[in-house]
């Protein structure tokens, strides 16, 4: 049973581009959410999607950054014009739709801003 | 949500149980402790959680006080795999999902 996938793993953009994350949840597990860690900084949640549909993105900076959890195909967390701030390893974790909530973690996607 | 008090780091030899404390002497009735643990360059994974009642799993216990105000989680025989940051987490389950990582315990174990 595979588990979250993210890709790329690295990602160098330079100021101004586009950023486009993917995560695949693990087999089963209908909701995902991203996280951010922002160098010697804990993980900080940004939002939170079940299939086509955004639950909570209260973590989500208010500009250039969306998200997408299609029908089909993996989630998208896209950044746009990016800035040297975005410097960031993004995780995206999946849980199964019912129960008290165990997130899984993917191994992350290191986004550098030149 | 209540805030967590956790030591900075600790050192544990390889093959002892690792004791990690948690302070949580806000948590209100309906608040689960939840751990997490980040190995470098990895991302968190789950290691258990628990309400009242202590907790076992193959990878830890967890030990809650009866006021609730703390926990330990136990590492039974620690491998230098076990090595990452360890954080404990309070959160109620109607949004468990908003993990909130503060700076954790670095755990060393050494050989």
């Known amino acids: 049973n595979a588990g979250v996938m993210q890709n790329p793993r690295h990602l160098v953009r330079r100021r101004g581009q586009e950023a486009r994350l993917r995560c695949s949840p693990m087999k089963g597990h209908s909701h995902v959410y991203w996280y951010r860690q922002l160098p010697e900084e804990g993980l900080k949640f940004m939002v939170y999607l079940q299939k086509e549909n955004i639950i909570d993105e209260s973590g989500m900076p208010k500009e250039r950054f969306s998200a997408e959890f299609p029908k089909e195909g993996p989630s998208i967390l896209r950044i746009q014009q990016v800035v040297r701030g975005d410097s960031a390893a993004y995780f995206c974790?999946?849980?199964?739709?019912?129960?008290?909530?165990?997130?899984?973690f993917g191994e992350g996607s290191r986004l550098t801003v030149l | 949500d209540a805030k967590t008090t956790q030591p900075t780091s600790m050192d544990c030899a390889e093959g002892r149980a690792a004791n990690l404390p948690c302070n949580h002497s806000?948590?209100?009735?309906?608040?689960?402790v939840y751990w997490y643990r980040q190995i470098h360059s990895q991302g968190p994974q789950y290691i258990i959680h628990g309400l009242k009642n202590n907790e076992t799993n193959e990878m830890a216990s967890l030990i809650i006080t009866e006021d609730r105000k703390s926990s330990t989680l136990i590492l039974p025989h620690a491998t230098l795999r076990d090595t990452a940051v360890y954080y404990c987490?309070?959160?109620?389950?109607?949004?468990?999902?908003?993990?909130?990582f503060g700076a954790g315990t670095t755990v060393t174990v050494r050989a």
């Open positions: 974790a999946s849980s199964p739709p019912s129960g008290l909530r165990e997130l899984f």
């Open positions: 987490i309070v959160r109620v389950p109607s949004n468990d999902y908003k993990l909130s």
């Open positions: 806000t948590i209100s009735g309906n608040e689960y």
